[in-house]
Each structure stands twice: as C-alpha cells, then as structure tokens.
C-alpha cells in the first residue's frame, strides 16, 4: 500500500508503522463510535438509541485505554505527541478536568514503585461517616458505582478539593464550563439524550472498574504527594507474583480488544512499553499460554456480583489473601478479593 505524503508523515511519528493500523484504528473508532453513539441518542427510535448508548460507552472505554496507551508512550516516539493525543482522548471519556500529566504521574508511580499511590483516603471517609457509607453501598448494590462516582466528582472539581492542584483552578474552571454548558444544551434540547448519555458514562465507569477489580492485591498508599520509599520499587519478581491477569477470553483472544488487552496484566507490568496489540504474544511468551496463570471471567463476575456492595467498606479487607493465595481465592471466585475505585483516570 502506497502512503500519501501526509500518512507517511503520521508513520514516521509513530513508535511502531505497524501502530498505524493498531493505534490508528483504535482512535477512529473511538470518535467514530462517540460520535456516531451521539447520533443514535437523539434518534426516535428507542432500539436506535439504546444500541447508540452501547455503542458511545464503548467509544469512550477505548479512548480511556489509549489514554492509558500514550502515558506509557507506546503510540508515538516522542512523549509530546503522546500527550496531545492523551489530552484529545481525555475530552472524550471525561477525564479533562484535571491534567494529563497528572494522570501519567500517579499511573508511573504504580509502575516505577509497585504500589498503589494514592492521595484520597476513602477508607478513613467511609470509616468516619456510617450513613453515607450504607448509602454508598446501598447503590452498589442496585449496581450503580457509587464510589467510583465520588471518585469522578473529586476529579471534576481536582483543584478545589485537592490543596497541590490550586494552580490548576482556572484550566479546572475551564473545563467545567465549557463541558457544563455543552451538557446543559444537550439536556435543554435532547433531555433524552442527556439521560442516555449518563447511562453510557456509567457504563464506562463499570467496565473499567470491573477490568481493575483484581489486577493487584495491594492495598493504597498515601504517598502521592508525600513520597516515601517504597518497600518494593524495583522487585519484579514480587511485582509479578501480586500482579494478575484477567482476560476476557484465552480461546477467543481478539474479544480481548473489546478492552485493548488490558487484561494481559501481567504481561503489561513486565514490560509497561508494550503496546496493546503486543500483549497477548508476551502474555503467551510468560505464561506458555497456561490457563492457571489467569482469572477466568466467571470467576471475575461471580467476584464483582458478590463483593460490588461490601467492598466499599470492610474491615475484613486487611485480611486479604496474598500472591499465589489471592489468585487461587481469585480463580475459584471466593471470598472479598477485588476493589473499587482503582482507575488510571484518576489522577489522586
């Protein structure tokens, strides 16, 4: 296939050529289905609009993972064109509000000192505040991911609530007018289309929540801007051993795409630059494609259906178990293993 001067310019920027038919055709699906996906929401007919509701969520699953994708700097050579593209894709899942640098920063501290690095001490809130934690769960429980929702309203006003963000107030500010009022139109003239944009929101927030619900067993750490030195950083061998994987499928690898591979976690914590289309190969590489060595998805939904309402707050959470212990309770969808609101979106 010949290039056009100006593709050929594209292909010289990427990491990979081969990125052209990866990456590329992850991004334009992404705004195709988002906005195709809108189309479908201010459509009459009710089929039309729930199928534009599936298919806008997923526009945006995919534009958070090549998020995830250009802060590990696996689309493009350089890291300044890895954050355009970052920042695009943020506007598109609504994870704007706060930087893409942010994001990359706590994301790499994850990597770089194999923990979970984090600023908000939702433990200490629902520990503190009884009924709001029973509210909470109690929407948890009618599926609704009420956490990760607190977690996303943190996010949306970041530089009000996190005291290291105050820089960041009018950019913040920006952002929440600019995606308010386009909001507030839609719900004015497609009301709608308004409440089916929500129910795609909240899809995005499920899913991706549900592919992080069991890729680590380590608790979090408040050291996101309060660094101390992790007891970890650099122990690959430990890494691996409290890393797991949680595909869609082994037999049919390419429903795996559905989520850009993010399941392949073990294989994406061995080596962070691999791009998505190359984990399954190193997966396979790790594990010689033995299935032991992964989380069935039965197992991951009978865990995500029993544990959806009590893992928000359980003190029987410190008695996890841990490494080979954790993956053999994982893989038989025992006890209250996986978490909520563990999300490279966002940024604290």
């Known amino acids: 296939m010949r290039l056009t001067p100006g593709m050929a310019n594209i292909v010289g920027l990427l990491k990979e050529p081969i990125g052209l038919r990866y990456h590329g055709g992850a991004v334009l699906y992404a705004c195709t289905a988002y906005v195709l996906g ?3 929401l201010i459509n009459d007919s009710i089929v039309i609009n729930l199928l534009g509701t599936v298919l806008l969520a997923h526009g945006m699953i995919i534009a958070a993972y090549m998020i995830h994708e250009c802060g590990h700097n696996s689309v493009f ?13 943020s506007w598109l899942c609504g994870a704007a509000y706060g930087t893409y640098e942010d994001i990359r920063y706590k994301h790499f501290r ?7 690095v984090v600023w908000f001490d939702y433990d200490r809130l629902f520990h503190r505040n009884p009924y709001f934690t029973k509210v909470i769960q ?31 107030r009018l950019r913040n500010v920006t952002v929440i ?10 719900a004015i003239f497609f009301p709608k289309a308004a409440l089916l944009y929500a129910v795609a929101y909240l899809i995005m927030i499920q899913v991706l929540r549900f592919m992080d619900m069991l890729q680590h067993d380590y608790p ?30 082994l037999r049919f690898e390419k429903l795996n795409w559905l989520t850009l591979n993010f399941g392949y976690h073990n294989a994406h914590h061995f080596n962070m ?20 060595l992964v989380i069935p998805l039965s197992a991951q939904l009978k865990l995500f259906r029993r ?28 006890g209250l293993i996986g978490g909520n609101a563990a999300s490279f979106l966002t940024s604290f």
């Open 38 to 40: 809108f189309v479908g």
């Open 77 to 89: 050579r350089h890291s300044r064109h890895n954050a355009v593209l970052g920042r695009f894709m």
């Open 110 to 116: 994850h990597h770089v000192d194999n923990d979970d």
């Open 138 to 168: 109690a929407l948890e429980w009618i599926y609704i991911p009420a956490q990760d929702l607190l977690m996303h309203f943190i996010m949306v006003f970041t530089s009000f609530i996190i005291p290291q963000r105050r820089d960041q």
């Open 177 to 186: 007018l600019i995606r308010g009022s386009a909001f507030l139109a839609l």
């Open 220 to 249: 979090y750490n408040l050291t996101l801007f309060d660094y101390d030195d992790p007891p970890h950083k650099g122990d690959c061998a430990w890494e691996q051993e409290h890393t797991f994987s949680v595909p869609l499928s």
């Open 273 to 292: 630059g691999v791009p998505w289309y190359r984990l399954p190969a190193l997966h396979h590489e790790l594990t010689d494609g033995d299935p032991q």
């Open 307 to 334: 544990n959806r309402a009590i893992r928000v707050f359980c003190e029987q959470a410190l008695d996890y178990p841990q490494g080979a212990a954790y993956l053999k309770a994982a893989r038989a969808g025992e």
